[in-house]
């Protein structure tokens, strides 16, 4: 394995404090984050992209539709599994996980139609590379999301493919604490 689980001893110095950080607002050490910090930048990159994302104005529902579409797009199980316990824990409709979870049903439309938008949206960002038509933005508007929140789209598809394509390079598990919802 080219990616070990690293400890706060045997981890960069630059990325100590940061693991320590997640522990202790975790209770445990993701594996994500013990392989992570093989990078200083790529840890602390993720850790505060995540978090501005995180304080940006779309909703915590909205906000986890356009991870879990991430983390289905590429294909990371840990995401996917970390995800639906943070949608579980904000009490979201779990006809609304099951879709999010189901690579068959990519394309079918979720429960709720205004996140719907925000997953088509979120798609129709990564396929154009941004330069989305008129149409599609004008579709996500409509839903009651502003301008900025189309901007904090990009910016959560920049968190979680760095999230997503770092996970998968560096095969971090499933942590315990996340198995039941792998």
Do not use: W
């Not at 294909?75 to 099951?98: N, S």
């Amino acid at each position: 394995m080219p990616f070990p689980d690293l400890t706060p001893e045997t981890a960069p110095p630059a990325s100590r404090r940061a693991m320590e950080a997640v522990t202790e607002r975790l209770g445990y050490r993701p594996a994500a984050i013990a392989r992570l910090a093989a990078s200083p930048h790529a840890l602390d990159g993720f850790l505060r992209i995540s978090a501005i994302f995180e304080s940006c104005t779309l909703d915590p529902l909205s906000r986890e539709v356009l991870i879990m579409t991430i983390a289905i797009r590429n294909d990371c199980h840990l995401c996917v599994a970390m995800h639906t316990a943070k949608l579980t824990a904000l009490d979201a409709d779990p006809a609304l996980i099951a879709v999010l979870r189901d690579r068959d049903r990519a394309g079918a439309p979720l429960p709720d139609e205004r996140l719907d938008a925000v997953r088509r949206f979120t798609l129709e960002v990564l396929a154009s590379a941004g330069a989305v038509e008129d149409a599609v933005l004008r579709d996500f508007l409509a839903y009651g999301y502003t301008e900025q929140n189309a901007l904090e789209v990009v910016l959560g598809i920049g968190a979680y493919t760095l999230s997503t394509l770092a996970n998968r390079l560096t095969a971090a598990p499933v942590d315990a604490p996340l198995a039941a919802f792998a």
